[in-house]
C-alpha cells in the first residue's frame, strides 16, 4: 500500500515530485511512509511534467500543497514562483515548492543543505578530530562537476563554506557565468582530466553522466581522480556509479548521492508537514528501495 489508500479523503494533502523522466524516482517511497509513520494525512505522487506552468495552472487546487522539483524543471520551477527563497534566488534553481493557505507559491532550494551536510560529515569523519567550529571545506580545492541546477547549489554551498570553488561543464560559458558568480574559476569537462593544480581536492558531480541505464560513463579519467581526497556523486541510481567505483579505487573518500537525497528528504518532509522527519524511518525505507 504505497500511497496509504485507506486514509485519502478530503483532508489530504497532495504532494508530488515534479520531473522527466520520473519513474526511476524514490521519492514516492520515502514520502508516503514517511508520512504515514509521522500520522499525517498526505500523499505524494510522481509527476510526469512536460511544462511546470501548464502543470501548475491545471493543478491549482488548495489541496495540491507541495512539491520536489527534479531534472530538468528545477529552473522552470523557479519562474512560476510568487516568492522565492534567498538561497533558492540566488542559485536560479529551487528543489522544492510549497502552496501557502493564501495560495501564493514559494520556491526553496534545500539541495545544498543536502550534499554539503554530507560531504562535510565524511571529511570530519576521515580528518579525525574536528577543527573547531570551522567547516572542513574551508580553504579546500572544490571542483563542481555540472553548471544547472544542482551545480549551481554546490557552487552556491562550497563558497558558502569557504571553499574555492572550481566549475567544470560540458559548456563553457555556462561554467564561466557561474563561477564568476560565486567568485570562482572555470573550467570545460574536457580540460578536467589534466586539471589538478593540486592534491587532496574535493569532486562532485552533479551532472547525469554515469546514470542508470548508461552506468559505463563517467565524467573525469581514473587517472585524474588521484589528485582527489574526495568525491562526491549526486546521482543515485545506481548507488555506486563508475565515479564512485574508481574514486574509491584511487583511496579517495566516496560520498553516495543517497547522502545527498536524505539529507535533503528530512529538510523537505519538515516544509512539507511542519512535523519533525522520521529520520531512521527514512533511512529504512530507503534502504529497502535501493
Ligand atoms: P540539474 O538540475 O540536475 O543540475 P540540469 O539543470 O538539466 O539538471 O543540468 C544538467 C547538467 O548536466 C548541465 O551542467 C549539463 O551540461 P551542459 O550545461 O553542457 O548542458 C550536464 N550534462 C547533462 N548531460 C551531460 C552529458 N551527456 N555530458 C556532459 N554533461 C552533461
Request: charged share 20%.
Amino acid at each position: 500500500d504505497l500511497y496509504n489508500f485507506r486514509q485519502i479523503g478530503p483532508d489530504t494533502k497532495v504532494h508530488g515530485v515534479i520531473g522527466k523522466p520520473i519513474g526511476h524516482s524514490k521519492s514516492p517511497h520515502l514520502y508516503n511512509a514517511a508520512f504515514k509513520s509521522a500520522g499525517f494525512n498526505g500523499i505524494y505522487l510522481p509527476l510526469l511534467v512536460d511544462s511546470v506552468s501548464d502543470f501548475l495552472t491545471t493543478y491549482s487546487s488548495p489541496d495540491f500543497v507541495g512539491y520536489s522539483y527534479t531534472i530538468p524543471h528545477k529552473e522552470a520551477g523557479l519562474k512560476c514562483c510568487d516568492e522565492i527563497d534567498p538561497v533558492a534566488k540566488a542559485i536560479g534553481a529551487i528543489s522544492c515548492m510549497i502552496r501557502r493557505p493564501d495560495g501564493k507559491l514559494m520556491g526553496y532550494n534545500v539541495d545544498y543543505l543536502g550534499a554539503i551536510a554530507a560531504i562535510e560529515e565524511a571529511l570530519r569523519a576521515t580528518n579525525g578530530a574536528s577543527n573547531g567550529s570551522g567547516s572542513p571545506l574551508a580553504g579546500k580545492l572544490f571542483v563542481v562537476i555540472g553548471a544547472g541546477g544542482a551545480g549551481k547549489a554546490l557552487a552556491y554551498g562550497g563558497k558558502e563554506k569557504g571553499a574555492r570553488v572550481v566549475v567544470a561543464n560540458r559548456t563553457y560559458e555556462k561554467a564561466k557565468e557561474l563561477a564568476n558568480k560565486v567568485g570562482g574559476d572555470a573550467i570545460t569537462l574536457d580540460e578536467l582530466d589534466d586539471f589538478h593544480p593540486e592534491d587532496g581536492m574535493i569532486l562532485a558531480n552533479t551532472t547525469s553522466v554515469g546514470m542508470k541505464p548508461n552506468t559505463d560513463l563517467t565524467p573525469i579519467s581514473k587517472k585524474a581522480l588521484s589528485h582527489y581526497s574526495l568525491v562526491f556523486d549526486a546521482i543515485y541510481t545506481p548507488k555506486w556509479t563508475r565515479l564512485l567505483q574508481e574514486a574509491q579505487e584511487s583511496g579517495a573518500t566516496v560520498v553516495f548521492g543517497t547522502e545527498m537525497f536524505i539529507n535533503q528528504a528530512f529538510v523537505q518532509f519538515e516544509r512539507f508537514t511542519g512535523l519533525p522527519a522520521p529520520k531512521e524511518q527514512i533511512r529504512e525505507v530507503l534502504a529497502r528501495n535501493t
